[in-house]
């Protein structure tokens, strides 16, 4: 056991921390609305250029062919530093893991680096208005048409975040409807500005346009734009929502970040003086939060250390996804009930504490029970592959 | 970066698990209950063979000069199978204590004896109102204020104390100063005392993994098994996600114990903060893990004729000895909070 980082890797967080600190931008507007996010694309360019946005892709695709180890000490320095949420994050964490393992040699090229230097924009749709949880009941078609070598789309995907700024869906859709449920799905790329597409917006819980509905009329795909097998989507699909759950999505850097935040701001409500009983009942609440995000990045410790030596987390992800969501909902909890009055404050009111970004947090943080997979779901998961307890 | 143990480390911990499971079956603890004074000698003298006893004790003693990363998970494994003995005490506590702290005469006098099984040692520090085991031990290490002193077991006098816990053994002991042998005094005497304490809640942490685990396996077996409506219960889906919630706690505990464990090992800076996190943690694992155990068994489990509470009213006491989880809550917040 050697809970220290070598010589090397201590160079690459000098090296990352030194850009960041000196980079990263303060004050971005959300990226989940049409003006943040082009502000967001010019970060996540600029930290392509200087060899950032994908750390640990091999460098012909635009990384920089880092390990696992420096992936994880390039999120802690740039959450330390502030940095803002990824909008890339729907191609570079969920898509590029996939095509990774599932893509052509075409496809990586064609696909990978311009995802690394935020030239396309991916969304990711999978959820339809009749399949949420149920995945495998998605009714979105796409059938064949040899005469152009494809594949034509009809149907509807909802609740695709940031599907209004983006211009690449990726998803599953039905291509034999005569399968048995979890067979007959195929994963296709989808070019939002397809001839038949149709995107539009709608409102989040925090009101920003975050998500959106993608109609599908007659789209045209050509078959360079199947990932995986034909009829073999479902599998390939598992693949990213593994991801999703697991390490890539939510490194514990911005949790870690986030308790650093909320200790400060204990301190910072302790020494204004006011409320001084309510603060005070609240650090119990706040050393558990801090540790939460701890115990959350020492389990990412023993989570990597085993794929390092090629044991993979398999169902275990799934503890890690409720673990992660639920710390997260009680740190911004927290952070709420420091402020007290001036909890409800968002961004738009002068009075709010750090630009309204707790309830902004928490806002956000109560999604992530739901997305990726509900924590019900994850717990049936662990029930049943972790435990190994009886389906039926 | 590599937060896992070794090879050796993970034979030698599964030698023990598999001694344990021999040794210390089910019938053994409730053997413990029943009898008087319920420690089989014959499982210390075999563990002090296989090198457990004295593993803290320096080589040149007679012992192993192992330390916790090596030690906590075989507590882990003693926890498991429930095992009633003073391993904390004795092998987490005292031995590096002594080794660390007592001049070399005490340290000529015990260290030897520990190593090879002839001397149980027990310890009460300050805010310990029990000491656990003093009816076989042959020494008590005791601090009182800025000193540290060894008290011969002879000199100890002692008031049984009923644990919820049939299988523990705690006392109220009284002891004059005369027939004590001063470790030692002063600073020196308090930060002896603070890394003893650390080193007993870590190991009680480690102990309570073990407890937590076996409890999940013993569930998940009974509900697979029990059917009711013409099912398992374990496939409804109430009964799945008490697991789940139960697993999920052990999952995030777990790490935290291996790092308090490594924290002790190379004497971290934040040690305190690394074991009382990884107490904090276990100690709350352990009270979710048990109601839901308790839960999902129904009136079965409800019963002394099964083993289950065996391992509940273990988890009970140790959760709460050691400083229990809202004490350790207290003390990382302090240490984040005031700096
Ligand atoms: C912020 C956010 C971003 C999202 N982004 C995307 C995206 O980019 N692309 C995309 O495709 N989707 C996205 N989603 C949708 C997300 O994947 C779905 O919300 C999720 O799969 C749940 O589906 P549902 O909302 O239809 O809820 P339902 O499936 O209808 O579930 C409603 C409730 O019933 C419970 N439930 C359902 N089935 C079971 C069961 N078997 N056992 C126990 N409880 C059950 C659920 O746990 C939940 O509590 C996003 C959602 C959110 C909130």
Redesign the interface.
Known sequence: MDLTFTPAEEAFRAEAREWLEANVPVGLPSGDTAEGFALHVEWEKKLFEAGWSVVSWPEEFGGRGASLWEWLIFEEEYYRVGGPQRVTQNGIFLLAPTIFEYGTDEQKARFLPRMASADDLWCQGWSEPDAGSDLAGIKSRATRDDERGGWVINGQKTWTTRGAFCNWVFGLFRTDPEAARHSGMTYLMVPLDASGVTVRGVERLDGDEGFAEVFFDDVFVADDLVLGGVNEGWGVAMATTSSERGLTLRSPGRFCAAADRLVDLWKRQAAAGEHPERIDSLRSDVAQSWMEAEAYRLATLADVTGLVNGVSQGARSSLTKIFWSELDVKLNETALRLLGPAAELIETSAGAVDGGAWMKGFEFALSGPIYAGTNEIQRNVVAERVLGLPRK | ??????DDQLLFRDAVAEFFANECPPEKVRWSWNDEVGRDASIWAALAEMGVIGLTVPEAFGGMGMNE?DLLPILTEAGRYAYPAPLVETVAVVAPLLAESAPAAIAEKWLPGIADGSVIATVQLDGQPFVNDMHIANLLIAQRGDQLFAIPAEHVRSTPQISVDGARRLFSVEWDEADAELIVSGDAALRAADRAFDRGAAATAAQLIGLSEQM?AMT?AY??DRKQFG??I??F?A???H???A??KV???R??V??A??GLANSSADVDREVS?AK??ASDAAEVVARKALQTHGAIGYTTEHDLHFWLKRSWALASSWGDA?WH??R??HL??DA
């Open positions: 970066m590599n937060f896992a143990f070794t990363i999940i998940v509900v697979s099912v398992p374990g496939s889906q009964v799945k996600h697991l789940a919630d697993e999920l999952s995030f505990a790490p935290a291996w790092a464990a490594y996190m904090c943690f809202a809550r207290r990382v917040a984040l909070l």
